[in-house]
């Protein structure tokens, strides 16, 4: 990717301009000024500038709150927007950010589960990235650039118009957007064969907090390292991604498969358990696992779906010898090409083209709440039908397990700052969504999952109890606002990042001193202070 021929000015040579700029201007006057001075002509950033005075504010904000607990009118708004079409645009953000004393929150596609990427309790201002989305795929190299603002779905489709023969290890929601689904590891359903997205990124675009567009090469290997999953809007903005593709055969086969506790499906999950994480590599079985209730009973159900990376002659043979008790039989296989197994994943009905890829929007915005866990001790039957019982008393929270091994076995944790490989059988996420609009119904249904989440407490990993960082969960503790310390930060971040959080903070202190990028989970600096890390 090329960079930008307008140089940013100094942070002394901006302040300079600060003080030049009159003072009786309103703050929005004095703020678009300082984007203009600092930015390319062509595009003027005042055509991508939106305050809430202007008239289609309150849509560019609302189009990427995926989360509608963020979009109530008591939630903290933006003093502006920026959505920048030119690189040029973000370095001006940044540096008139700094010269006005506003935090900044960066969005690519607005799934962030707790807000984080666009609600603040200081002013603040919003990068929103949805302008700068170009996909550039090279077959022939097997590598292609995508910027942040683009989306998974964006990403597929383009690789799609390419080839057939290539795909690439990242998640199957195809609305969430590229920029944070990448810097916080990105998994999906390749990731036993590949690993995640971040093990198959090449070089990175970011503009850091004083305004300089950086390579990989010309930011150095350990912000680099940082950035693939180490949340990368802790250490600056990443404009545009250089990923590595990888070999899809032309054909892969999916099912869907469901069973109620009468149909067996507690000893199912039992049995996935010993499964999962050892079978075929090609082969990735998730189980969504739903309290029900029947006309006259409660029940669970249990959803076994998967991708398997051949035809299904190959899945039933596999499945035949390692998982027989499924009963998977032809009937339940359907062929396709892998980016249909996309579409398939997202819950389209059957015959939706790919083209579905390029919609932006989901199908559907809920009030929701996220959290996760990583279990390495298979759980026992008992153990299971308490968890099943818990979930029917609840009615509604909903878990989702993940299998781990192969690819993910064989990686170092601290190859990324991602280090949830070996050892890991299964991820879980819990969810919970609802319709109600009331703070009391918010409470009723975080309470839930507040307490499906403490009854796993024995049967998930400890000292951290982990999570995933793409599974954002301020419960697990947060930031104040400010110059945040090591020591409190560390009660999340070791959960997020286990060992690596010490490197993190190293990175961080070294390349964003003085703590711009900041917010309620952003990696501290610690930078001319004496603290002392974990060995």
Known sequence: MGTSRFAILSVFSALVLHFSLTMSDPVHDSFLQCLSHLSAPSPPISGVFYTPT???YAYVLQSYIQNLRFMSPTTPKPLFIVAPSHVSHVQATIICCKIHGLQLRIRSGGHD????????????????????R??????????????????MGELYYGIAEKSNKYGFPAGVCPTVGVGGHFSGGGYGNMMRKYGLSVDHVLDAQIVDANGRILDRESMGEDLFWAIRGG?????????AWK????????????????????????DLLHRWQYVADKIHEDLFIRVVILPVNRKDHK????????????NSERLLALMNESFPELGINKNNCIEMSW????????????GTPISVLLDR???????????????????????LEGILNTMMELQKPALTFNPYGGRMSEISESETPFPHRAGNIYKIQYSVTWKEESMEAADHYLNMIRRIYDYMTPYVSKSPRCSYLNYRDVDLGVNQNGNVSYEEASIWGTKYFKNNFDRLVQVKSRVDPDNFFRYEQSIPSVANRNYVMAE
């Not at 669970?300 to 990376?309: G, N, R, T, Y």
């Open 339 to 350: 980016v249909e197994s996309i579409v398939y994943w997202s819950n389209y009905v059957k």
């Open 361 to 383: 929007t989901p199908q559907s915005r809920k009030y929701l709440k996220k959290k996760s866990d990583y279990v390495l001790v298979p759980l026992s039957k008992t153990d």
């Open 134 to 151: 170009a996909v550039s795929v090279d077959i022939e190299n097997e590598w292609a650039w995508v910027q942040s603002g683009a989306t």
């Open 54 to 56: 202007n008239s289609s």
């Open 113 to 132: 589960y707790d807000g984080l990427s666009y609600v603040s309790d200081v002013p603040f201002v919003i990068l929103d990235m949805f302008n700068l």
């Open 299 to 310: 029940t669970i159900k249990a959803k076994f779906v998967s991708l398997f990376l051949g």
């Open 231 to 239: 949340g990368g809007a802790s250490f600056g903005v990443i404009v």
């Open 243 to 266: 990923i590595r593709l990888v070999p899809v055969p032309e054909t892969v086969t999916v099912f869907r498969v469901e069973k109620t506790l009468e149909q067996g499906a507690l």
